[in-house]
Structure formats: structure tokens, C-alpha cells
């Protein structure tokens, strides 16, 4: 008999809602149910509010508590907000109730440098409820961090890595664009800048990531945060933006050790981005620069990431992870390569 894993899902919004999408079409997941607590989506259909045109027979809840519970799952894939801050009740009610939590928080990508104190308190909970919990995604999760690890594999001797992420955000989800300052003026840029209400969320993580598993002592990291302004007039669905206004960010974090430059994350997100790529440069032995046209679709890969790793975190050890600490996940087919993989040999910290 196949196995199915049950999942629960928090938060129903832009990332929480394309996750469902792809679980709904795994013969190996059986939704159990929904959490949302915005009043337009609390207390609906579910089917209803992904737009199927089918109805699941799941009603999304409001009451969160409730809901984990009573109601019997394998995992919890919380997707409501970036800050760790702000989601860590919603991950201590999921861990409560015994539920293994994959999440796509930014900042619960490695949030041991940034916020060590919470971490160690969500880490110990997790022990103690014997499940594990996870942050992921596209970036941070893979495109800035995980990618360029694996890529080192080869290599004998690694000196530097540089990483360049370029998007195009009329290709992607309004929010993003929003949160990239889409349509304001340098100045209204600075001001949000300042108050941390725009630009993204995990540069900083996947830097620390990197680095740790690296072994590299930083003596130094320099971040910077610059608008990128719109060359000409451009409309979108949602925006009217003139020439000159803000049509993205462009955010950049540098790690120095022993007075040279070992990681370079550069990140640019805006309106028409011209060449839209990845990039990644391994300046080793061997050397290693990879590129990939037009650059991973984050809202595909990010929904996707999420649901490979479903079996991973089923089986991984308790305590909070982060991507470093599992084994290579590839594509989670219907035959599912999780079945022929006895956990107690493959999935320890690297």
C-alpha cells in the first residue's frame, strides 16, 4: 500500500496557496487541512478559495490551535510571513502538537547567526516533541545558498564564491513586487528601506550558510541596499510606474576574511530586468561558473522545493534543521525516492 503523507497547511496566501496547488496533484499527499486567519479566507471552502472549480471538503480554519490538535498529520508547511519573529508562536503551536514543520520564513533558512536565541528555544522544543522543523525555499533555500555548496563538491581547494541572482518582477507575483518598492520615489525608497517594509528577506542567511559550512572565519559583512529606477514608463497590472521612479532593488552582501573578498551575494529584482539569470562563480581548484538562462522561477521552484522535501522531513532527526543538514533532494516522483533511502544512515548533519 502506498504511503500517504498528511499535511496541514498554514497560511493560504501567494506561497501557501501555489505549495497546495502542486501537493494537491501528489498521489502520495492527503491535505488534512488549512489554517488562515484573514477574514476573506477563514471559514471557506478551500477548493473555493485556490480557484480549483472543485470543492476539497476542507474548510479553512481560524482557529489554529484547534485545528493542530485534533486533527492527525505528518507536517505542518507554514507560509505566512519572513520574520522569525513574528511566525515563531505559529511554529511553537505546530511543534505542540507533535507535527514535523517545513517552512517558507526567510529568516528560519539558518537563523543560528541571526537570531541564535530563538533558534536555540525552537530547536529545543522540537527535541523535546520529537519532530523536525525546517525553513526553505528558492532563495533563501537553493538558488544563493544550497546551489552553490553542492557545486563545490569537486572541488579541491574553494577560495571565493560569488553569487548573482537577476529577476524580472513583472513576471512574478504582485506581493514581490510590492516588496521591492515597485512605483516609489527615491526618496519613499529610503524612508521603507529604513523601516525594513521593503527589500528581501535571507540574503543575509544564505550568506551565513555558506560560510559556516565553509568554515570560513569572517572578519567582515558589508551589506547594501540601492533602487534600481525605471528607464522608462512601465504598466503593469497593479502599477503605473514613470521613468525614474523605483522599478526594484538591488541588494548586495560582501564577507571579508583575512582582508579578502570570500562571498559575494548580488541580488536584483525589478520591473524588465534585462537578462534575467542566475549566476554562480566558484574561484577554485577547479574553478566553477555556472549560468542559468532566464534564472529558476521563484514561485514554481519555491512551492516545489517545499513539497520534495515533505518526506525528508518526516524522516530527518528532531531539532531545527537547515537545507545544509539533509541529503541531496531530488524531484519527488509518484515512485518516490524516499522508499528505497533508510533514513537513519542518509539523513544526518553534513
Keep these: 500500500m502506498q504511503e500517504k503523507f498528511r499535511t496541514i497547511h498554514y ?74 519573529m513574528t511566525v515563531y508562536p505559529q511554529l511553537v503551536q505546530a511543534v505542540a502538537s507533535e507535527k514535523n514543520v517545513i517552512s517558507s520564513c526567510e529568516e528560519l533558512s539558518y537563523p543560528w547567526s541571526g537570531q541564535g536565541e530563538l533558534a536555540r528555544k525552537l530547536d529545543r522544543r522540537a527535541k523535546e516533541a520529537s519532530v523536525t522543523v525546517l525553513g526553505t525555499g528558492v532563495n533563501p533555500g537553493f538558488v544563493m545558498d544550497v546551489l552553490p555548496l553542492v557545486l563545490t563538491s569537486p572541488c579541491q581547494e574553494v577560495r571565493s564564491i560569488a553569487v548573482t541572482r537577476v529577476v524580472d518582477t513583472s513576471t512574478r507575483r504582485l506581493q514581490l513586487q510590492i516588496k521591492m518598492g515597485t512605483g516609489l520615489s527615491p526618496t519613499e525608497f529610503r524612508f521603507r528601506v529604513s523601516d525594513g517594509s521593503i527589500g528581501h528577506v535571507g540574503l543575509k542567511e544564505s550568506l551565513f550558510m555558506i560560510a559556516e559550512t565553509m568554515g570560513w572565519q569572517l572578519d567582515e559583512v558589508k551589506e547594501s541596499i540601492e533602487p534600481i529606477l525605471a528607464k522608462r514608463r512601465w504598466e503593469t497590472g497593479a502599477f503605473i510606474v514613470e521613468r525614474g521612479r523605483v522599478a526594484g532593488v538591488r541588494q548586495t552582501v560582501v564577507a571579508m576574511a583575512g582582508n579578502r573578498e570570500v562571498i559575494r551575494l548580488d541580488l536584483q529584482m525589478s520591473l524588465g530586468a534585462e537578462q534575467p539569470h542566475d549566476s554562480i562563480v566558484i574561484d577554485g581548484k577547479p574553478p566553477i561558473n555556472l549560468t542559468i538562462a532566464d534564472g529558476i522561477q521563484g514561485d514554481q521552484a519555491a512551492a516545489a522545493i517545499i513539497v520534495n522535501l515533505i518526506p525528508a522531513a518526516v524522516r530527518a532527526r528532531p531539532g531545527l534543521l537547515t537545507m545544509r543538514d539533509l541529503p541531496f533532494i531530488p524531484w519527488w516522483s509518484a515512485r518516490g525516492w524516499w522508499k528505497e533511502v533508510p533514513h537513519d544512515e542518509h539523513l544526518r548533519v553534513l
Design 11 to 84: 497560511g493560504i496566501g501567494a506561497v501557501g496557496s501555489e505549495v497546495l496547488k502542486v501537493a494537491l496533484q501528489r498521489q502520495d499527499i492527503q491535505v488534512v487541512g488549512a489554517i488562515d486567519t484573514h477574514p476573506a479566507k477563514a471559514g471557506r471552502e478551500l477548493g473555493e478559495v485556490l480557484g480549483l472549480g472543485r470543492q476539497l471538503g476542507i474548510n479553512i480554519s481560524y482557529d489554529a490551535e484547534s485545528l493542530l490538535r485534533d486533527t492527525s498529520a505528518d507536517v505542518v508547511v507554514q507560509a505566512t510571513t519572513s520574520h522569525l
